[in-house]
């Protein structure tokens, strides 16, 4: 009889089973990089589509803000409904804010709105509408002289030309006005001043009080006139004075010629006579109809639809563009730091 042996059985080593176990169940880790790893990748996916979406946003922000700002890109709404089709129009030129060479109602920029306005064959009148309270003699000069030259050059076609007042119309301003063939406002409106200034400051006695030593050199013995850290000289300040008066001469015999036809032809040309109205003074735009300043009351519509009898306007006015005058005013303001201490110590004539 055969014995039978119970087979040996080895028995499992508990540590290789146990690392058995761990290998087999290291997927979890992986698992977890995996989505860690996708997270990742989906929050800078994220964070570029958001960046992408500001970025677009900013860029259509911008174009929005310089299509508002560039008349060029955008219709400007006036207070008139503004037609700008090829039929028979009323041209209009805007003569807004301070009158300067660096400004927006600078001799440049209305001259050449009044030459297009000339130019097109559908113009059957022009209104000058303005809303200034002056600046620089030399620039209304040129304007008020370009109005009298396109007025002769285009006489067989009889163009009028009518200067409309808003809310001021002062020194300058008002020769400018003073070469329509007729001027209207609202009985509101401040019309006149029709003088001029030169303004400065005088710091003698505070710089005294300081103690501080001044020091100005100069090449040319009135060089350095009306330098406020300085006393004033009666001789230079007759020579000034002087100058003041010749300025003023002329605005007064400009705006005696401007304003003679229309007043003649109302049998109201005496009322130049009123030395009141080259005082400085300003008066409404009803008060102005009263003293021969203004031929009467109106809109630029009014004058359109009731006097020109052409009722839609074109507005001929250049407008600038903001990006080449942010351009400029930087150079000017840098150079005009750079020359400072080379500038005249003079006021603003006005």
Same mark, same amino acid.
């Given at each position: 009889?055969?014995?039978?042996?119970? !087979?040996?059985?080895?028995?499992?080593?508990?540590?290789?089973?146990?690392?058995?176990?761990?290998?087999?169940?290291?997927?979890?880790?992986?698992?977890?990089?995996?989505?860690?790893?996708?997270?990742?990748?989906?929050?800078?996916?994220?964070? +570029?589509?958001?960046?992408?979406?500001?970025?677009?946003?900013?860029?259509?922000?911008?174009?929005?803000?310089?299509?508002?700002?560039? *008349?060029?890109?955008?219709?400007?709404?006036?207070?008139?409904?503004?037609?700008?089709?090829?039929?028979?129009?009323?041209?209009?030129?805007?003569?807004?804010?301070?009158?300067?060479?660096?400004?927006?109602?600078?001799?440049?920029?209305?001259?050449?709105?009044?030459?297009?306005?000339? !130019?097109?064959?559908?113009?059957?009148?022009?209104?000058?509408?303005?809303?200034?309270? %002056?600046?620089?003699?030399?620039?209304?000069?040129? =304007?008020?002289?370009? =109005?009298?030259?396109? @007025?002769?050059?285009?006489?067989?076609?009889? =163009?009028?030309?009518?200067?409309?007042?808003?809310?001021?119309?002062?020194?300058?301003?008002?020769?400018?006005?003073?070469?329509?063939?007729?001027?209207?406002?609202?009985?509101?409106?401040?019309?006149g001043s029709i003088g001029v200034i030169m303004d400065s400051f005088?710091?003698?006695?505070?710089?005294?009080?300081?103690?501080v030593e001044r020091r100005l050199m100069t090449a040319g013995e009135?060089?350095?006139?009306?330098?406020?850290?300085?006393?004033?000289?009666?001789?230079?300040?007759?020579?000034?004075?002087?100058?003041?008066?010749?300025?003023?001469?002329?605005?007064?015999?400009?705006?005696?010629? %401007? @304003?003679?036809?229309?007043?003649?032809?109302?049998? !109201?040309?005496?009322?130049?006579?009123? *030395?009141?109205?080259?005082?400085?003074?300003?008066?409404?735009?009803?008060?102005?109809?009263?003293?021969?300043?203004?031929?009467?009351?109106?809109?630029?519509?009014?004058?359109?639809?009731?006097?020109?009898?052409?009722? !839609?306007?074109?507005?001929?006015? =250049?407008? *600038?563009?903001?990006?080449? +005058?942010?351009?400029?005013?930087?150079?000017?303001?840098?150079?005009?730091?750079?020359?400072?201490?080379?500038q005249p110590h003079t006021g603003t004539i006005q």
């Open positions: 009889m055969t014995d039978i042996q119970p !087979k040996d059985t080895e028995p499992q080593n508990p540590t290789s089973t146990s690392w058995s176990g761990m290998h087999t169940d290291d997927s979890w880790e992986r698992d977890i990089l995996n989505r860690l790893a996708f997270a990742t990748l989906n929050e800078q996916r994220r964070a +570029r589509r958001w960046g992408i979406f500001f970025k677009v946003l900013g860029l259509v922000y911008l174009f929005l803000l310089l299509f508002l700002l560039n *008349p060029d890109w955008s219709d400007w709404t006036l207070e008139e409904d503004l037609e700008t089709g090829g039929s028979k129009h009323t041209a209009l030129v805007e003569v807004q804010g301070i009158i300067a060479a660096d400004a927006d109602a600078s001799a440049d920029q209305v001259i050449s709105g009044l030459r297009a306005a000339f !130019k097109d064959e559908n113009t059957v009148g022009v209104i000058v509408r303005i809303n200034s309270p %002056g600046g620089s003699p030399v620039q209304a000069g040129y =304007i008020n002289d370009e =109005i009298n030259r396109l @007025r002769d050059k285009h006489k067989d076609r009889k =163009i009028p030309i009518y200067a409309v007042v808003t809310d001021i119309c002062a020194s300058g301003g008002y020769y400018i006005a003073s070469a329509a063939d007729e001027i209207y406002a609202d009985k509101a409106s401040v019309v005088g710091f003698v006695n505070a710089i005294d009080k300081l103690g009135h060089k350095g006139f009306l330098d406020p850290f300085s006393p004033t000289k009666p001789e230079e300040v007759k020579h000034i004075q002087g100058l003041l008066d010749d300025i003023h001469q002329q605005f007064i015999t400009t705006v005696k010629q %401007g @304003r003679e036809k229309s007043l003649k032809a109302k049998d !109201k040309l005496p009322l130049l006579d009123n *030395p009141d109205l080259f005082t400085g003074l300003v008066w409404t735009g009803e008060q102005a109809v009263k003293i021969g300043l203004v031929d009467g009351l109106g809109s630029s519509s009014y004058v359109a639809r009731e006097l020109i009898k052409v009722e !839609k306007i074109k507005n001929f006015t =250049i407008q *600038p563009n903001y990006l080449d +005058r942010f351009a400029e005013r930087l150079g000017a303001t840098m150079a005009n730091i750079f020359s400072k201490p080379f």
